[in-house]
């Protein structure tokens, strides 16, 4: 079963040995820098999960608040561990951490940003409902925004 753990002093060190594969390197931060974001972005209330298989950790989450216009979950970073990928565990965790932020219902919707060239990580939020919302940022126009919209 998957499930979404927080990170604690005794977890810290296990998620910080994941990674993903060599070729995702270019679209994914590393577990550390995960982590530091999780530090960095205090002022933004942000969420950092480990995404656990029973408890054999296989990825990491970092969702934080973004509350300028539009207001949203902002999804920084998702990933699963090279080494467990292919088997739906980041399905069912996106999904789990769609519900997390559904219950909460701070905001309407959760908003990430995807290098148009990540096709796998593209095909993956597409299957959890993201939908491409249209919007190219003019500094990043290499890259996709999209948007999962609660109802």
């Known amino acids: 079963m998957v499930k ?30 995960i982590l530091s974001r999780g530090y960095a972005y205090k002022d933004h209330r942000p969420q950092v999960f480990m ?11 970092f969702v ?29 965790a996106l999904k789990l951490v769609i519900d997390h932020l559904g219950l909460e219902k701070k905001y309407d919707r959760i908003d990430l940003c995807v290098s ?16 491409d919302n249209g919007y190219v940022d003019p500094d990043m126009p290499d890259f996709m925004n999209m948007t999962y919209t609660f109802e």
């Open 4 to 33: 979404l753990v927080d990170i604690t002093v005794d977890n810290f060190m296990e998620a910080r040995r994941l990674k993903v594969k060599d070729h995702q390197r270019a679209f994914v931060d590393s577990a550390s820098g």
């Open 51 to 61: 995404i656990q298989k029973d408890q054999t950790p296989v990825g990491l989450c």
């Open 64 to 92: 934080k608040d973004l509350d300028e216009e539009p207001a949203c979950y902002d999804l920084q970073e998702f990933m699963i561990d090279g080494n467990h990928q292919g088997r739906g565990y980041g399905l069912q």
């Open 116 to 131: 148009r060239q990540a096709q796998d990580a593209i095909g993956l939020y597409e299957k959890a409902g993201f939908k």
